[in-house]
Protein backbone atom coordinates (compact mmCIF):
# COMPACT_ATOMS: atom_id res chain seq x y z
CA UNK A 1 0.00 0.00 0.00
CA UNK A 2 0.98 3.49 -0.98
CA UNK A 3 2.28 6.00 2.37
CA UNK A 4 -0.42 8.52 2.95
CA UNK A 5 -1.17 11.07 5.24
CA UNK A 6 -3.79 13.63 6.31
CA UNK A 7 -2.61 16.86 4.66
CA UNK A 8 -3.68 20.06 6.74
CA UNK A 9 -3.51 21.71 3.50
CA UNK A 10 -6.04 19.75 1.08
CA UNK A 11 -7.65 18.60 4.59
CA UNK A 12 -7.61 15.29 3.49
CA UNK A 13 -5.92 11.67 3.75
CA UNK A 14 -3.18 12.33 0.64
CA UNK A 15 -0.90 9.77 -0.68
CA UNK A 16 2.45 10.68 -0.48
CA UNK A 17 4.69 11.45 -2.84
CA UNK A 18 8.19 14.28 -3.12
CA UNK A 19 8.90 16.55 -5.14
CA UNK A 20 11.55 14.10 -6.34
CA UNK A 21 11.70 10.69 -6.45
CA UNK A 22 13.23 8.86 -3.81
CA UNK A 23 14.11 12.06 -1.23
CA UNK A 24 11.95 13.84 1.57
CA UNK A 25 12.82 16.80 2.29
CA UNK A 26 11.43 18.08 5.75
CA UNK A 27 11.31 20.87 8.12
CA UNK A 28 9.77 20.41 11.64
CA UNK A 29 8.93 23.33 13.84
CA UNK A 30 11.16 22.91 17.27
CA UNK A 31 11.37 23.94 20.23
CA UNK A 32 11.08 27.71 22.17
CA UNK A 33 14.40 27.52 24.19
CA UNK A 34 13.44 29.09 27.30
CA UNK A 35 11.68 26.47 29.50
CA UNK A 36 12.06 22.83 29.78
CA UNK A 37 9.66 21.42 26.66
CA UNK A 38 6.68 19.45 28.22
CA UNK A 39 5.13 15.96 27.24
CA UNK A 40 3.07 18.11 24.80
CA UNK A 41 5.84 20.10 22.56
CA UNK A 42 7.64 16.20 22.74
CA UNK A 43 4.74 14.57 21.20
CA UNK A 44 4.86 17.28 18.54
CA UNK A 45 9.04 16.02 18.16
CA UNK A 46 7.96 12.38 18.57
CA UNK A 47 5.57 12.54 15.40
CA UNK A 48 8.14 14.29 13.60
CA UNK A 49 10.64 11.41 14.46
CA UNK A 50 7.95 8.92 13.51
CA UNK A 51 7.58 9.96 9.76
CA UNK A 52 11.14 10.36 9.80
CA UNK A 53 11.65 6.41 10.90
CA UNK A 54 9.07 5.56 8.39
CA UNK A 55 10.87 7.72 5.62
CA UNK A 56 14.17 6.26 6.28
CA UNK A 57 12.65 3.06 6.53
CA UNK A 58 11.35 3.02 3.17
CA UNK A 59 14.28 3.72 1.90
CA UNK A 60 13.69 7.26 1.31
CA UNK A 61 16.82 9.74 1.76
CA UNK A 62 15.52 11.85 4.10
CA UNK A 63 16.83 15.40 4.95
CA UNK A 64 15.22 16.47 8.14
CA UNK A 65 15.66 19.98 9.63
CA UNK A 66 14.30 21.50 12.66
CA UNK A 67 14.88 25.17 14.12
CA UNK A 68 15.67 25.95 17.63
CA UNK A 69 13.62 29.48 18.56
CA UNK A 70 16.48 30.95 20.56
CA UNK A 71 15.16 34.78 19.79
CA UNK A 72 13.72 35.00 23.23
CA UNK A 73 11.05 37.20 24.08
CA UNK A 74 12.89 38.26 27.38
CA UNK A 75 12.52 41.87 28.12
CA UNK A 76 14.09 44.20 31.07
CA UNK A 77 10.55 43.88 33.17
CA UNK A 78 10.04 39.76 32.04
CA UNK A 79 13.42 39.61 33.88
CA UNK A 80 12.71 41.32 36.77
CA UNK A 81 9.34 39.75 37.48
CA UNK A 82 10.92 36.34 37.20
CA UNK A 83 13.66 37.23 39.96
CA UNK A 84 11.84 37.82 42.21
CA UNK A 85 13.70 40.52 43.99
CA UNK A 86 13.32 43.67 45.24
CA UNK A 87 13.54 46.97 42.52
CA UNK A 88 17.13 47.49 42.42
CA UNK A 89 18.45 43.83 42.83
CA UNK A 90 15.98 43.32 39.84
CA UNK A 91 17.90 45.64 37.44
CA UNK A 92 21.08 44.49 38.25
CA UNK A 93 20.26 41.19 37.63
CA UNK A 94 18.21 42.03 34.11
CA UNK A 95 21.39 43.76 33.17
CA UNK A 96 23.77 41.29 34.15
CA UNK A 97 21.57 38.04 32.36
CA UNK A 98 22.94 36.91 29.01
CA UNK A 99 19.70 35.37 27.14
CA UNK A 100 21.83 33.70 25.08
CA UNK A 101 23.25 31.54 28.37
CA UNK A 102 19.61 30.90 29.18
CA UNK A 103 18.95 29.62 25.59
CA UNK A 104 22.19 27.40 25.10
CA UNK A 105 20.93 25.54 28.50
CA UNK A 106 17.14 25.12 27.63
CA UNK A 107 18.53 23.97 24.11
CA UNK A 108 20.86 21.23 25.72
CA UNK A 109 17.77 19.93 28.11
CA UNK A 110 15.82 19.46 24.36
CA UNK A 111 18.56 17.63 23.39
CA UNK A 112 18.97 15.27 26.50
CA UNK A 113 14.95 15.26 26.24
CA UNK A 114 15.22 13.92 22.63
CA UNK A 115 18.07 11.49 23.47
CA UNK A 116 15.88 9.94 26.34
CA UNK A 117 13.05 9.53 23.93
CA UNK A 118 15.13 8.08 21.45
CA UNK A 119 14.40 10.00 18.98
CA UNK A 120 16.79 10.43 15.94
CA UNK A 121 18.61 13.04 15.28
CA UNK A 122 17.71 15.67 12.22
CA UNK A 123 19.97 16.84 9.90
CA UNK A 124 20.05 20.44 10.87
CA UNK A 125 19.14 22.65 14.10
CA UNK A 126 19.18 26.16 13.01
CA UNK A 127 19.61 28.91 15.55
CA UNK A 128 17.09 31.61 14.71
CA UNK A 129 19.38 33.89 16.14
CA UNK A 130 22.06 33.28 13.57
CA UNK A 131 19.91 33.23 10.27
CA UNK A 132 18.68 37.27 11.51
CA UNK A 133 20.65 38.09 7.97
CA UNK A 134 18.32 35.79 5.94
CA UNK A 135 15.43 37.09 7.76
CA UNK A 136 15.61 40.89 7.05
CA UNK A 137 16.36 39.74 3.35
CA UNK A 138 13.36 37.84 3.10
CA UNK A 139 11.54 40.92 5.03
CA UNK A 140 13.00 43.05 2.29
CA UNK A 141 11.83 41.23 -0.50
CA UNK A 142 8.38 41.12 1.28
CA UNK A 143 8.58 44.98 1.42
CA UNK A 144 9.78 45.88 -2.06
CA UNK A 145 7.02 43.22 -3.41
CA UNK A 146 4.34 45.61 -1.86
CA UNK A 147 3.21 42.36 0.32
CA UNK A 148 4.79 44.38 3.97
CA UNK A 149 5.14 48.09 5.59
CA UNK A 150 7.35 49.50 7.66
CA UNK A 151 5.93 51.75 10.36
CA UNK A 152 8.44 53.96 12.24
CA UNK A 153 9.64 53.29 15.72
CA UNK A 154 7.32 50.28 15.14
CA UNK A 155 8.77 47.67 13.00
CA UNK A 156 7.55 46.06 9.24
CA UNK A 157 4.38 44.61 9.54
CA UNK A 158 3.13 41.58 6.87
CA UNK A 159 0.02 42.89 4.68
CA UNK A 160 -2.49 40.07 4.88
CA UNK A 161 -5.36 41.61 2.49
CA UNK A 162 -1.89 41.23 0.04
CA UNK A 163 -2.52 37.35 0.08
CA UNK A 164 -5.79 36.03 -0.83
CA UNK A 165 -4.98 32.75 0.39
CA UNK A 166 -4.54 33.26 4.13
CA UNK A 167 -6.58 31.49 6.06
CA UNK A 168 -6.70 28.58 3.52
CA UNK A 169 -4.34 26.11 5.64
CA UNK A 170 -6.53 26.75 8.92
CA UNK A 171 -9.80 26.23 7.13
CA UNK A 172 -10.60 30.09 7.02
CA UNK A 173 -11.35 33.04 4.78
CA UNK A 174 -9.96 36.34 5.03
CA UNK A 175 -13.48 37.43 5.74
CA UNK A 176 -13.74 35.57 8.59
CA UNK A 177 -10.92 36.33 9.95
CA UNK A 178 -11.45 40.21 9.54
CA UNK A 179 -14.62 39.95 11.30
CA UNK A 180 -12.74 38.16 14.35
CA UNK A 181 -9.93 40.19 14.31
CA UNK A 182 -11.61 43.72 14.21
CA UNK A 183 -12.09 44.15 18.16
CA UNK A 184 -8.60 44.26 18.19
CA UNK A 185 -7.46 47.73 17.26
CA UNK A 186 -3.80 49.12 16.60
CA UNK A 187 -3.57 52.32 14.54
CA UNK A 188 -0.10 51.52 13.33
CA UNK A 189 -1.03 48.44 11.65
CA UNK A 190 -3.41 49.18 7.93
CA UNK A 191 -5.63 45.62 9.40
CA UNK A 192 -6.23 43.70 12.58
CA UNK A 193 -4.94 40.88 10.58
CA UNK A 194 -1.65 41.81 9.42
CA UNK A 195 1.32 40.42 11.23
CA UNK A 196 4.89 41.71 12.76
CA UNK A 197 7.78 40.51 10.73
CA UNK A 198 10.32 42.70 12.44
CA UNK A 199 9.65 44.62 16.01
CA UNK A 200 11.11 47.59 17.98
CA UNK A 201 10.86 47.40 21.63
CA UNK A 202 14.06 48.90 22.88
CA UNK A 203 13.31 46.74 27.03
CA UNK A 204 14.04 43.76 24.55
CA UNK A 205 17.26 42.06 25.60
CA UNK A 206 18.36 40.40 22.39
CA UNK A 207 18.70 43.04 19.15
CA UNK A 208 20.03 43.43 16.13
CA UNK A 209 20.50 46.43 13.51
CA UNK A 210 18.59 46.25 10.59
CA UNK A 211 17.48 48.63 7.64
CA UNK A 212 13.81 49.03 9.42
CA UNK A 213 15.58 49.69 12.99
CA UNK A 214 17.27 48.06 15.46
CA UNK A 215 15.01 45.37 17.14
CA UNK A 216 14.30 41.51 16.50
CA UNK A 217 12.17 39.41 14.08
CA UNK A 218 8.93 38.35 14.60
CA UNK A 219 8.94 34.09 15.38
CA UNK A 220 6.83 33.48 11.89
CA UNK A 221 9.70 34.85 9.48
CA UNK A 222 12.33 32.65 11.26
CA UNK A 223 10.48 29.50 10.28
CA UNK A 224 10.19 30.89 6.37
CA UNK A 225 13.71 31.64 6.18
CA UNK A 226 15.37 28.90 7.71
CA UNK A 227 13.08 26.33 6.12
CA UNK A 228 14.40 28.12 2.61
CA UNK A 229 17.82 28.25 3.48
CA UNK A 230 18.28 24.47 4.04
CA UNK A 231 15.32 22.51 2.25
CA UNK A 232 14.73 25.56 -0.86
CA UNK A 233 11.37 26.99 -1.44
CA UNK A 234 9.77 24.12 -2.39
CA UNK A 235 9.55 21.00 0.17
CA UNK A 236 8.13 18.01 1.27
CA UNK A 237 6.72 18.10 4.50
CA UNK A 238 5.89 20.92 7.19
CA UNK A 239 4.99 19.61 10.80
CA UNK A 240 4.01 20.74 13.87
CA UNK A 241 1.53 20.84 16.98
CA UNK A 242 -1.98 21.93 16.15
CA UNK A 243 -1.53 25.30 17.74
CA UNK A 244 0.82 26.06 15.13
CA UNK A 245 -1.62 25.62 12.51
CA UNK A 246 -2.81 29.31 13.33
CA UNK A 247 -1.44 31.88 13.40
CA UNK A 248 2.04 30.49 12.67
CA UNK A 249 2.15 28.46 10.05
CA UNK A 250 -0.57 30.32 8.16
CA UNK A 251 1.80 33.27 8.16
CA UNK A 252 4.52 31.27 7.37
CA UNK A 253 2.56 30.14 4.14
CA UNK A 254 1.62 34.01 2.99
CA UNK A 255 5.61 34.61 3.76
CA UNK A 256 7.45 32.43 1.49
CA UNK A 257 4.88 32.34 -1.01
CA UNK A 258 4.87 35.88 -1.38
CA UNK A 259 8.28 36.63 -0.98
CA UNK A 260 9.59 34.48 -4.01
CA UNK A 261 8.29 32.01 -6.75
CA UNK A 262 7.66 28.89 -6.43
CA UNK A 263 5.40 26.53 -3.63
CA UNK A 264 6.43 26.14 -0.21
CA UNK A 265 5.66 23.19 1.92
CA UNK A 266 3.38 20.29 -0.27
CA UNK A 267 2.37 18.21 3.29
CA UNK A 268 1.87 19.85 6.40
CA UNK A 269 1.27 17.48 9.19
CA UNK A 270 -0.35 18.24 12.65
CA UNK A 271 0.06 16.66 16.20
CA UNK A 272 -3.15 17.04 18.10
CA UNK A 273 -2.65 18.76 21.53
CA UNK A 274 -2.55 16.71 24.38
CA UNK A 275 -4.11 16.72 28.01
CA UNK A 276 -3.47 15.06 30.92
CA UNK A 277 -6.30 13.78 33.33
CA UNK A 278 -8.57 15.33 30.41
CA UNK A 279 -7.80 18.93 30.93
CA UNK A 280 -5.29 21.52 29.97
CA UNK A 281 -1.67 20.91 31.47
CA UNK A 282 -2.00 23.13 34.65
CA UNK A 283 1.11 24.00 36.88
CA UNK A 284 -1.00 25.09 39.23
CA UNK A 285 -2.95 21.64 39.58
CA UNK A 286 0.01 19.70 39.30
CA UNK A 287 -0.73 18.44 35.73
CA UNK A 288 1.82 20.10 34.08
CA UNK A 289 4.90 17.39 33.33
CA UNK A 290 8.03 17.51 31.53
CA UNK A 291 10.54 14.89 30.50
CA UNK A 292 12.52 15.33 33.26
CA UNK A 293 9.19 15.16 35.89
CA UNK A 294 8.65 11.63 34.60
CA UNK A 295 11.95 10.72 34.77
CA UNK A 296 12.39 11.35 38.64
CA UNK A 297 9.05 9.14 38.87
CA UNK A 298 11.16 6.83 38.21
CA UNK A 299 9.96 5.91 34.24
CA UNK A 300 12.15 5.37 31.51
CA UNK A 301 12.67 7.45 28.14
CA UNK A 302 11.54 4.54 26.19
CA UNK A 303 7.94 3.97 28.43
CA UNK A 304 7.42 7.59 27.94
CA UNK A 305 7.99 7.35 24.72
CA UNK A 306 5.22 4.73 23.74
CA UNK A 307 2.81 6.54 25.71
CA UNK A 308 3.40 9.38 23.56
CA UNK A 309 3.47 7.76 20.45
CA UNK A 310 0.54 5.03 20.92
CA UNK A 311 -2.36 7.51 20.12
CA UNK A 312 -3.00 8.16 16.95
CA UNK A 313 -1.21 11.91 16.49
CA UNK A 314 -4.79 12.85 14.84
CA UNK A 315 -6.61 12.30 18.06
CA UNK A 316 -6.40 14.27 21.18
CA UNK A 317 -4.05 12.48 23.25
CA UNK A 318 -5.07 11.84 27.44
CA UNK A 319 -2.00 11.56 29.11
CA UNK A 320 -2.29 9.70 32.90
CA UNK A 321 0.06 8.93 34.97
CA UNK A 322 -2.03 5.44 35.57
CA UNK A 323 -1.75 5.16 31.85
CA UNK A 324 1.84 5.79 31.45
CA UNK A 325 1.71 2.25 34.54
CA UNK A 326 0.11 0.50 32.19
CA UNK A 327 1.70 1.37 29.19
CA UNK A 328 5.54 0.30 31.37
CA UNK A 329 3.80 -3.07 31.98
CA UNK A 330 3.12 -3.56 27.86
CA UNK A 331 6.69 -2.62 27.24
CA UNK A 332 7.98 -4.51 29.54
CA UNK A 333 6.54 -7.82 27.88
CA UNK A 334 8.15 -6.66 24.47
CA UNK A 335 11.32 -6.05 25.76
CA UNK A 336 11.21 -9.36 27.96
CA UNK A 337 11.02 -11.01 25.09
CA UNK A 338 13.26 -9.01 22.35
CA UNK A 339 16.34 -10.16 25.44
CA UNK A 340 15.00 -13.93 25.72
CA UNK A 341 14.88 -14.17 21.40
CA UNK A 342 18.40 -12.46 21.27
CA UNK A 343 19.54 -15.21 23.18
CA UNK A 344 17.77 -18.39 21.41
CA UNK A 345 17.99 -16.63 17.86
CA UNK A 346 22.08 -15.80 18.11
CA UNK A 347 22.92 -18.89 16.29
CA UNK A 348 19.77 -18.91 14.26
CA UNK A 349 19.46 -18.03 10.78
CA UNK A 350 15.50 -16.67 10.03
CA UNK A 351 15.85 -17.89 6.49
CA UNK A 352 15.78 -21.01 7.50
CA UNK A 353 13.21 -20.66 10.40
CA UNK A 354 9.75 -23.18 9.57
CA UNK A 355 7.41 -22.29 6.69
CA UNK A 356 4.94 -21.98 9.30
CA UNK A 357 6.58 -19.30 11.28
CA UNK A 358 7.95 -17.75 8.08
CA UNK A 359 4.58 -17.25 7.03
CA UNK A 360 2.88 -15.96 10.04
CA UNK A 361 6.39 -13.21 10.63
CA UNK A 362 5.65 -12.12 7.08
CA UNK A 363 2.29 -11.39 7.05
CA UNK A 364 2.94 -9.72 10.59
CA UNK A 365 5.93 -7.38 9.02
CA UNK A 366 3.43 -6.90 6.23
CA UNK A 367 0.28 -5.97 8.26
CA UNK A 368 2.63 -3.39 10.15
CA UNK A 369 3.63 -1.74 7.38
CA UNK A 370 0.86 -1.34 6.13
CA UNK A 371 -0.05 0.55 9.75
CA UNK A 372 2.44 2.75 9.70
CA UNK A 373 1.94 3.50 5.74
CA UNK A 374 -1.27 4.28 6.39
CA UNK A 375 -1.18 7.79 8.21
CA UNK A 376 1.17 6.67 10.29
CA UNK A 377 -1.50 4.36 12.78
CA UNK A 378 1.01 3.42 15.41
CA UNK A 379 -1.46 1.72 17.43
CA UNK A 380 -2.72 -0.62 14.65
CA UNK A 381 1.00 -1.60 14.21
CA UNK A 382 1.38 -2.16 18.24
CA UNK A 383 -1.74 -4.17 18.46
CA UNK A 384 -0.14 -6.53 15.58
CA UNK A 385 3.39 -6.43 17.49
CA UNK A 386 1.49 -7.18 21.00
CA UNK A 387 0.01 -10.03 18.97
CA UNK A 388 2.74 -11.54 17.30
CA UNK A 389 4.86 -11.14 20.25
CA UNK A 390 2.17 -13.37 22.29
CA UNK A 391 2.42 -15.93 19.83
CA UNK A 392 6.37 -16.15 20.21
CA UNK A 393 6.02 -16.44 23.64
CA UNK A 394 3.94 -19.17 23.75
CA UNK A 395 5.72 -21.17 20.86
CA UNK A 396 8.51 -23.85 20.80
CA UNK A 397 11.18 -21.93 19.22
CA UNK A 398 14.17 -23.28 17.62
CA UNK A 399 17.28 -21.10 17.31
CA UNK A 400 16.12 -20.29 13.68
CA UNK A 401 12.36 -19.57 14.39
CA UNK A 402 13.79 -17.13 17.47
CA UNK A 403 16.17 -15.63 14.98
CA UNK A 404 13.27 -14.99 12.64
CA UNK A 405 11.19 -13.21 15.41
CA UNK A 406 13.38 -11.28 16.11
CA UNK A 407 14.38 -9.92 13.20
CA UNK A 408 10.48 -8.75 13.26
CA UNK A 409 10.95 -7.05 16.62
CA UNK A 410 13.58 -5.16 15.36
CA UNK A 411 11.92 -4.61 12.10
CA UNK A 412 8.81 -3.06 14.11
CA UNK A 413 11.64 -1.32 16.92
CA UNK A 414 13.30 0.52 14.07
CA UNK A 415 9.83 2.47 13.91
CA UNK A 416 9.09 2.25 17.74
CA UNK A 417 12.37 3.04 19.39
CA UNK A 418 11.00 1.23 22.79
CA UNK A 419 12.54 -2.78 22.81
CA UNK A 420 15.73 -2.54 22.26
CA UNK A 421 16.00 1.16 23.82
CA UNK A 422 18.65 1.56 26.58
CA UNK A 423 17.55 2.93 29.69
CA UNK A 424 17.68 6.46 30.85
CA UNK A 425 17.73 5.88 34.32
CA UNK A 426 21.36 6.65 36.31
CA UNK A 427 21.70 6.41 40.39
CA UNK A 428 24.31 7.71 40.95
CA UNK A 429 25.57 10.28 43.82
CA UNK A 430 27.75 13.38 43.91
CA UNK A 431 31.30 12.51 43.70
CA UNK A 432 33.40 14.77 46.39
CA UNK A 433 34.44 17.19 43.87
CA UNK A 434 30.69 17.85 42.47
CA UNK A 435 29.85 18.37 45.96
CA UNK A 436 32.13 20.93 46.41
CA UNK A 437 30.87 22.45 43.56
CA UNK A 438 26.95 22.43 44.99
CA UNK A 439 28.13 23.90 48.14
CA UNK A 440 29.78 26.42 46.57
CA UNK A 441 27.08 27.51 44.49
CA UNK A 442 24.66 27.58 47.78
CA UNK A 443 27.23 29.91 49.37
CA UNK A 444 27.52 32.07 46.18
CA UNK A 445 23.49 32.49 45.64
CA UNK A 446 23.84 33.25 49.35
CA UNK A 447 26.15 36.23 48.99
CA UNK A 448 23.72 37.08 45.48
CA UNK A 449 26.63 36.75 43.73
CA UNK A 450 24.54 35.58 40.72
CA UNK A 451 27.83 35.96 38.05
CA UNK A 452 29.67 33.33 40.67
CA UNK A 453 26.36 31.01 41.06
CA UNK A 454 25.65 30.86 37.42
CA UNK A 455 29.02 29.67 36.34
CA UNK A 456 29.31 27.14 39.16
CA UNK A 457 25.94 25.94 37.89
CA UNK A 458 27.23 25.76 34.72
CA UNK A 459 30.38 23.45 35.94
CA UNK A 460 28.04 21.13 37.26
CA UNK A 461 26.10 20.94 34.30
CA UNK A 462 29.36 20.18 32.09
CA UNK A 463 29.50 17.12 34.28
CA UNK A 464 26.07 16.16 33.72
CA UNK A 465 24.49 17.58 36.72
CA UNK A 466 21.22 19.68 36.65
CA UNK A 467 20.62 21.90 39.34
CA UNK A 468 16.40 23.01 40.11
CA UNK A 469 16.07 25.76 42.65
CA UNK A 470 12.47 25.13 44.79
CA UNK A 471 10.79 26.46 47.16
CA UNK A 472 11.98 23.36 49.60
CA UNK A 473 15.36 24.27 48.57
CA UNK A 474 18.21 23.03 45.90
CA UNK A 475 17.59 19.71 44.42
CA UNK A 476 19.88 18.26 41.65
CA UNK A 477 19.50 15.07 39.18
CA UNK A 478 21.93 13.37 36.74
CA UNK A 479 21.32 13.53 33.06
CA UNK A 480 22.97 11.51 30.90
ZN1 LIG B 1 7.72 27.31 12.70
Known amino acids: MALRFYNTLSHSLEEFTPGQAGEVRMYNCGPTVYSDPHIGNMRSFLLADLLRRVFDQRGFRTTQVMNITDVGHLTVDDVADAA?????EKMARAEGIDPYEIARRYEEVFFENLDILGARRAHEYPRATEHVAEMITMIEALIEKGHAYQVDGVGVYFRVRSFPEYGRLSGNTL????????I??????ESPLDFALWKIDEKHLMQWDSP????FPGWHIECSAMSEKYLGRTFDVHTGGEDNIFPHHECERAQSLCSGDGEFARFWVHARHLLVDGAKMSKSKGSFFTIN???????????IRYTLISPHYRQPMNFTLDGLEGDRKAVARLRALGERLRGEGASGAPAS??????????????QFDACLDDDLNVSGGLGVVHETAKALGRGELGPDEAAAGLAFLEHADAILGVIFAESSQVEEGLSPEEQELLEARGAAREARDWARSDELRDALLAR???????ADGVTWERRR
Open 184 to 189: EVDDRK
Open 464 to 470: GIVIKDG
Open 353 to 366: ASAEWRERLEAAQA
Open 212 to 215: FGRG
Open 84 to 88: GEDKL
Open 175 to 182: EDLDAGAR
Open 293 to 303: DLLARGFEGYE
